[in-house]
């Protein structure tokens, strides 16, 4: 469940500040168990009918085909939003790993930093929009032309790698953390309103439910064990990540919008980005406290030494950690998309017990193709279809990581995995007459219904018609903001 929402979480709790933040990873966790065990309950009521267990099949069965095929809709859209913020993600990390560069600043008098006229910037390999391009491009060949061993061994490198060096970015910075600067800040409701999304995707998972549902043969209790300590420990390193970055803030160090560059400075990582090396209207603000970091970085750029990430041991696990829990993200959520077109019959990867020329024929192939072509050409136009769209967004877009991440978990995931499973469980439980009865039916794999009807969450219906109110609140006002956004810029 730990993917790449965590990088933004520093950010957005920023404003709210880490008692805040902390309570809101609480508050959305419950509310997260309860939508995975609403949805695992779904999934055994499904079973026991012999119905589809898909969460688009139950929407379809309990909720109306047209609602089915919103929820359908609400995946290709929701994968559609993550793929947009880890594609320009992507692109900015490896626009990190390739180039670096310190450009001429003025600076306000009276802070005590400034750069040297002489000072010129390092050069740029790529462009963000050639970098995401370029991020996309390439991992999606892998994933195309990988074998699929190959694959899951890699990403289950990564997997360690990410866990490796967040554990060694705690141990390095937890050391450093002061108290003073986790309780000095206590947002309002505006920056709650801000977090909350973010929060929220990046603990969502309800769409493994029926998968884990179905390891566990439908067994009540091992589900609720699975859910809750499942995701209680990423919600335990969600609050140490959070509680690592904004207590080892350096008090003077803060964000600066510029015109055409942003200057940033916070945590372990004091550093100077441009957006356009000709431009010299970057300015500092917020510092009357100081920053000695970048006071140091600035020093050093002046004396004609580059700012090296390497020299930081702090920044190499804050990038290992950052690439690999990004890959991992974008490799299931490719993953995902895709097979959520070829559900749809927008092409159809070939079982290797068909016949090769049979398939052909339902191709309408006017030549004989080989079984390895047939398979190449329709995962290529799956690939293309899941990844060609989030890459141009990104690609042509400023900045849409946190928007991204924003849209999915404002809009998307509170409808996807609280209102839809909220609505469904009510049509189980009080809408349809076969519930009545499922104290006297036996599933065909063997597992029975405990004589409390299989509820997995207690609350009744005014538990239910919580979560359906609260998601449909959440969604609604980050669609509100959202369109207030795009009309103001």
Not at 181 to 209: C, H, K, W
Request: some cysteine.
């Amino acid at each position: 469940m730990v993917g790449a929402g965590i990088l933004a979480l520093p950010g957005v709790a920023s404003k709210p500040g880490f008692i805040l933040s902390s309570l809101l990873v609480i508050f959305s966790w419950i509310a997260s168990s309860f939508a995975g065990l609403l949805i695992a309950e779904a999934w055994c009521t499904a079973q026991i009918r012999g119905s589809q267990t898909s969460i688009e099949a139950m929407a379809k069965e309990w909720l109306g085909e047209y609602v089915g095929k919103a929820v359908g809709i609400g995946f290709l859209l929701y994968n559609l939003a993550l793929l947009v913020a880890y594609t320009a993600e992507g692109g900015t990390i490896l626009q990190d790993l390739v180039h670096f560069q310190i450009t001429p600043a003025a600076v306000p008098t009276g802070t005590g930093i400034s750069l040297s006229d002489s000072t010129m910037p390092l050069g740029t390999f790529m462009n963000t929009a050639q970098a995401t391009i370029t991020f996309a491009v390439g991992l999606g060949t892998v994933l195309l032309l990988g074998k699929p061993d190959c694959l899951k061994r890699g990403n289950n490198v990564l997997v360690a790698a990410a866990m490796l060096s967040f554990s060694a970015l705690l141990a390095n910075q937890i050391p450093a953390v002061s108290i003073e600067n986790l309780t000095q800040r206590f947002g309002d409701l505006t920056s709650i309103i801000e977090a909350l999304p973010v929060i929220v995707i990046s603990l969502s998972y309800q769409n493994v439910m029926p998968v884990v549902a179905a390891q566990l043969d439908g067994d009540k209790e091992s589900i609720r064990k699975s859910v809750l300590l499942g995701t209680g420990v990423p919600v335990l390193m969600y609050i140490a990540w959070i509680a690592a970055s904004l207590g080892s803030t350096f008090p003077g160090c803060v964000s600066v919008d510029a015109t055409a560059s942003s200057v940033t400075g916070g945590g372990t990582e004091p550093t100077i980005f441009i957006g356009d090396e000709t431009s010299s209207d970057v300015k500092f603000v917020g510092l009357e406290k100081g920053c000695p970091e970048l006071s140091s970085m600035v020093d050093s750029a002046n004396s004609g030494s580059p700012v090296s990430p390497s020299e930081d041991s702090a920044l190499i696990l804050k990038k290992t950690f950052s690439l690999a829990a990004l890959v991992t993200s974008f490799i299931g959520c490719t993953f995902g998309q895709v097979e959520e077109l070829a559900a749809r019959g927008i092409a159809r990867i070939p079982n290797p017990e068909e016949k090769e020329d049979e398939f052909a024929m339902q191709l309408e192939s006017k030549e004989p193709l080989y079984w390895d072509q047939i398979v190449q050409r329709e995962r290529f136009l799956l690939y293309l279809l899941a990844l060609s769209p989030p890459t141009i967004i990104a690609a042509t877009a400023s900045n849409m990581f946190l928007p991204a991440l924003q849209a999915s978990g404002g809009i998307l995931a509170p409808l996807l995995y609280g209102l839809s499973p909220a609505l469904m469980v009510w049509a189980q439980r009080y809408e349809n007459e076969a519930v009545e009865n499922n104290q006297k039916k036996e599933a065909d794999n063997g597992f029975e219904v405990d004589k409390d009807d299989g509820i997995l969450v207690p609350g009744g219906k005014l538990a239910l018609l919580g979560m359906a109110t609260g998601s449909l609140a959440l969604a609604t006002q980050s669609l509100i903001r959202t369109f207030h956004f795009s009309a103001v810029n």
